[in-house]
């Protein structure tokens, strides 16, 4: 384990938060979908290792399932995961929003810049995760990594009945339109205010923060670092992984 005093090369010190406390029901029954095995190596596992590439990284703190802790903690300790940094094992709640607040509830002094980034994201390359953390130290409150949207998007009124059609309501300027991915970048102070004051059963912490009416910047997010959250998911990280084994020579 690393010394936890160690500072980054700005003097701003980086943790990053994984909450992976979610069933993952959509990849159907079985383990939590963090468990899940790709290329034999569950993908929590995946995004530890994609996280702590980041030599900004000092301390990733994973949030268990509130009756997984020993479990993960296990999974982490039978893994090799980079010796410069620490890992912590914290339980969570009973939604995504309780658990990220545990995992910053779980940080030390001194950590100035937060990452939060989902478990089932766990092929995020080192230069994205970078990128966030960079521009957090360029002194943006918060930072989302994105992608240009490759299809037409259609706003509809939701059906009465499951299955029937669906009236389209409008056609929002693709343009303007960003998917969203993580690792997303924080001021720590900034995101423990908005956990602290909104309430709201948000999708992500980012909007958590634009309800503070503080300013969050997009930078520029990769097609690999796609959420893996049904079965075909799971083929394409797997065909991810076996090219960056051929390009990689193991």
């Known amino acids: 384990m690393s010394d936890d005093s160690r500072p980054s090369p700005s003097g701003a010190r980086t943790a990053a938060v994984i909450p992976a406390a979610g069933r993952g029901v959509r990849l159907g029954p079985g383990a939590p979908k963090a468990l899940r095995a790709l290329n034999g190596t569950p993908m929590l596992i995946h995004a530890v290792r994609a996280m702590a590439a980041s ?7 994973v949030v268990a399932p509130p009756d997984g802790s020993a479990e993960v903690k296990s999974l982490l300790d039978a893994h090799a995961l980079p010796e410069r940094t620490d890992f912590v094992v914290v339980p969570g709640g009973d939604s995504r929003q309780e658990s990220v607040k545990l995992g910053l ?8 810049i937060v990452l939060v980034h989902d478990a089932a994201r766990p092929l995020v390359p080192v230069d994205t995760v970078d990128a966030v953390i960079e521009a957090v130290r360029d002194g943006a409150p ?13 706003q509809v009124e939701p059906a009465a009945v ?18 969203v991915q993580t690792p997303q970048g924080f001021d720590r102070d900034t995101l423990v205010r908005a956990h602290d004051t ?53």
Not at 55 to 61: M, T
Not at 105 to 112: Q, R
Not at 142 to 154: F, G, Q, S, Y
Not at 162 to 179: F, H, I, K, M, S
């Open 105 to 112: 509830d779980a940080l030390p002094p001194g950590i100035d």
């Open 198 to 250: 909104v309430t709201d059963n948000v999708t992500d912490d980012a909007s958590m923060v634009e309800q503070l009416g503080a300013r969050v910047v997009v930078v520029p997010g990769h097609e690999e670092a796609f959420k893996v959250t049904r079965p075909l998911d799971l083929v394409l990280a797997e065909a991810v992984l076996a090219r960056r084994r051929l390009n990689d020579g193991f």
């Open 55 to 61: 030599r900004a990284v000092s301390l990733v703190v």
């Open 142 to 154: 918060a930072v989302v990594p994105a992608l240009p949207l490759a299809d037409t998007v259609k």
């Open 162 to 179: 499951p299955g029937e059609p669906e009236p389209v309501v409008a056609t929002p300027e693709r343009a303007r339109l960003r998917a």
